[in-house]
């Protein structure tokens, strides 16, 4: 009897762990993603030259230094409107600003997401929110958001890459 108890203590504690994560797997998920979406957007917008980031493959894309700025609205956008917190003031950067001031707002939209994300839970993701003019689930803009983001990390990947330097994903991780 004795030994049955300690066998399904033992089970229960193993469990335990897994249980307990997965009250909102949805929104750790979510975290998870936005941690490494923000690690490497801001590591490439660090990585190219500030000489570049007027640049853009033909007239009709952005440039690099739009991309970031473009990024850096959504972030405060899409991250207040998921939920439900109010983006700070901030003073309008402009393309022509330098890099570091850009990369600077990147990181500050990032770190909004960041805060904001902390109590993000898994309830309510049937719940519509607004968001530039329209409204999404909170489960849809969860998947928005996530495509954004890879979509303008595979876009300053490939103007990384046209322009001779490997995005952040593509370097070998160093030895310590």
């Not at 993603?33 to 500030?50: C, F, H, I, Q």
């Not at 493959?57 to 952005?62: E, G, K, R, V």
């Not at 990024?71 to 700070?88: E, I």
Request: hydrophobic fraction near 45%; charged fraction near 25%; proline fraction near 6%.
């Amino acid at each position: 009897m004795l030994r049955r108890l300690l066998y399904l203590a033992a089970i229960a504690l193993t469990a335990a762990p897994s249980i307990a994560v997965a009250q909102n797997p949805l929104a750790d998920a979510f975290r998870a993603n936005a941690a490494d979406e923000a690690k490497n957007l801001v590591a490439a917008a660090e990585e190219m030259p500030a000489d570049k980031y007027g640049y853009k493959p033909t007239p009709a894309q952005m440039s690099f230094g739009q991309i970031v700025v473009h990024l850096s609205s959504g972030n405060d956008a899409l991250c207040g409107a998921l939920t439900g917190v109010k983006a700070p003031m901030r003073s309008k950067v402009a393309v022509t600003d330098s890099k570091d001031v850009l990369v600077a707002r990147l990181k500050e939209t990032f770190d909004f997401c960041h805060d904001a994300l902390a109590k993000l839970t898994d309830a309510g993701l049937g719940t519509e929110v607004p968001v530039f003019g329209r409204k999404f689930t909170r489960a849809r803009l969860e998947l928005v958001i996530v495509g954004d983001w890879a979509d303008h990390y595979s876009q300053v990947s490939n103007y990384l890459r046209i322009n001779g330097l490997l995005p952040p994903t593509a370097k070998r991780p160093e030895k310590e």
